[in-house]
């Protein structure tokens, strides 16, 4: 009896349903969706962080916490487009939704861009730093309220699997963005930024 549970298993991860274990519930706990979710909760305290070291001027500071959040934007948006779209492109056959989704994407890699070409003491850095954080949290919560949703509502994708390959992938470019020392190397940073605006 067991075998046959475990065979239905097996074809219903074949054809790329939901990874439902045998008692048939759903996990979530370490799905693509809730390590996206995750990213954004991470990447919003990133942006409180840079607001109070602004307001205090610590300018070390705030450019240490700037230059994590561009890195992370980057990662996450990467991998996001490269693992997450695509399935997610198919599964809920809105088109709109996704290409809006890149071009906020390739709006925020702008941003960044510019950010990381500033000199932290110009006045207008908190303010773009500022503008990048709004416009992620527009970004975030149409992810979180209608494309999620209706990714999870499809049941047509192993969250589970793209789970392993997103976090492969931002790991991956986390690693290149880092230093000898583990500081952000902003070089590598302002090279990933111009592959990935032209991806």
Same mark, same amino acid.
Not at 98 to 122: C, F, G, R, T
Not at 144 to 155: C, D, L, N
């Given at each position: 009896? #067991?075998?046959? =549970? ?8 074949? =054809?790329?349903? *939901? =990874? ?11 799905? $693509?969706? $809730? ?41 996450? !948006? @990467? ?5 997450? +779209?695509?399935?997610? #492109?198919?599964? !809920?056959?809105? %088109? ?6 890149? $071009? ?18 110009? *006045?207008? +850095?908190?303010?773009?730093?500022? $503008?990048?954080?709004? +416009? @992620? ?11 999620? *949703?209706?990714? #999870?509502?499809?049941?047509?994708? %192993? ?9 492969? #992938? ?20 302002? !090279? ?8």
């Amino acid at each position: 009896m #067991r075998t046959a =549970s475990t065979e239905q298993a097996k074809t219903v991860k074949a =054809s790329t349903k *939901p =990874s439902a274990n045998a008692a048939g519930t759903t996990a979530v706990k370490h799905d $693509v969706i $809730v390590l996206l979710k995750n990213d954004h909760a991470e990447v919003k305290k990133l942006f409180k962080q840079f607001d109070k070291l602004a307001e205090n001027e610590d300018t070390q500071g705030k450019v240490q916490i700037a230059n994590k959040i561009c890195a992370e934007l980057i990662a996450h !948006t @990467i991998a996001e487009e490269e693992i997450f +779209y695509p399935g997610a #492109r198919s599964a !809920t056959d809105d %088109d709109d939704m996704l290409n809006e989704a890149i $071009v906020e994407h390739d709006s925020a890699k702008d941003l960044i861009s510019q950010i990381q070409a500033m000199d932290p003491e110009d *006045p207008m +850095y908190d303010a773009k730093v500022t $503008v990048l954080g709004e +416009y @992620i949290n527009h970004h975030v919560e149409e992810e979180e309220t209608e494309m999620f *949703p209706e990714v #999870r509502e499809s049941k047509e994708l %192993d969250l589970r699997e793209l789970a392993g390959k997103f976090s492969a #992938r931002k790991e991956e470019i986390l690693s290149q963005l880092s230093g000898v020392n583990g500081e952000l190397d902003a070089q590598q940073l302002r !090279t990933l930024i111009g592959a990935a605006a032209h991806h």
